[in-house]
């Protein structure tokens, strides 16, 4: 009896499973991750005694937008549809009668049927579609319980701290690759859907515990906290490439957008970033003064109104500046001569030939003589090469390479007529020569 219902079992299922399946999934709501494919049957439908788990060759299914389709047999991946249309499968391990030459598909079909029967009358094969939601998965809550560490940096002031801040916000995220999602993640779920609410918990605190690393990035752009908000294409990037290994390469999901409500700092880091930066304005004398003698300004008038009369009070502010040290005159000039000075690091020495003057090769700064005064690199060798007399630069050729300027014409080089010493620029020799102290004139023109 048992070979007898084997036997009837397996052609009865070939039979049944000669029809081909149609696939079609209808819209994935936002809170479905991935799907089963089911068969698309009807009250008219005859497909209705078919095995679950076994797709005949030339079945079709249709992916939507917004969807991603995965067709595995025996457990492994066989075919991946990405682009919304419609596709056929055909694996040619499930033959049909509705697909090829009658004569082959007859002839498959019943060594189909004699493999079945040594399984006791079961398909020994299994074959699934599944459907993955590709749209953007928004509303994903977040918010720091603890204070994450910020790296506050402005080189212009000399600011480098560590502070701590909070945010709360919405980020999104999307299956970017559904074969490793479908492999690390979801896996063959039987049937029905796998919900959004199976990683939620999970994304959430990887999302948090990674946002001290994506901050750090941010802190190296030298970035204010108050700043974050509206860089949030970089917070993004920044938190792709933290969670890389764990969302990227291992479950195939990549972080779109962030949005972020509110983003705070204790009271005393504020008031700390705020007196450093304050404090380091005050670095230049001139703002230094300034703020003198606005406090002088204040004084006055608080002094104006003392209650003891205004003799008094004059006299209490005069003691405080005598006090104080320096007065507001006097960083006035520090300001002015550190101006000065920095014109006449910028500018060529007053007097001096332009033609002895020359761009650094090092630093790009104007200099005279034979050294750098910014770097103090060395002057370069002319040989037989001229200096431009618009920019210093040494050339060889009839133009200057960096202003285009025409070489000037006729103008003389020297070579000392006693020693044959030559100079580093021949058009510009010094008066006497270093080697013998023979007078430079008309004679050691060449």
Known sequence: MGLIKAALGSAGGVLADQWKEYFVCDALPKEVLARKGEKKTSGRSSNTKGSDNVISDG???????GQC???TDQGRVAEICAEPGEYTYNSLTEPSLFTGKFGEAVKNTFKNIGKRFTYGGEPPKDQRVYYFNTKEMMENLFGTANPVPFRVVDR????????????SGLYSYTISDPILFYTNVCGNFQSGDYPRSELDKQLKTEFISNLQPAFGKLSDLEMRPNQI???TEELCDAMNEALTQKWGELRGLKVVSIAINSLTLPDEDMEMIKQMQRTAAFRDPTMGAAHIVGAQGDAMRTAAGNEGGAMAGFMGMGM???????NPQNLYAMGAQQQQQAAQQQAPAAGAPQGDSWTCPQCGKPATGKFCMECGTKKPDAGNGWTCPQCGTVNKGKFCNECGAKKPEGAPTYKCDKCGWEPEDPHNPPKFCPECGDVFDDNDKQ
């Open 156 to 167: 212009n002031v000399g600011l480098d701290l560590d502070v701590s801040i909070r945010c």
């Open 229 to 231: 908000p509206n860089h």
């Open 320 to 326: 405080a500046m005598n006090a104080g040290g320096m």
């Open 69 to 71: 389709a995965i067709i």
């Open 59 to 65: 079945s079709g299914l249709v992916v939507a937008d």
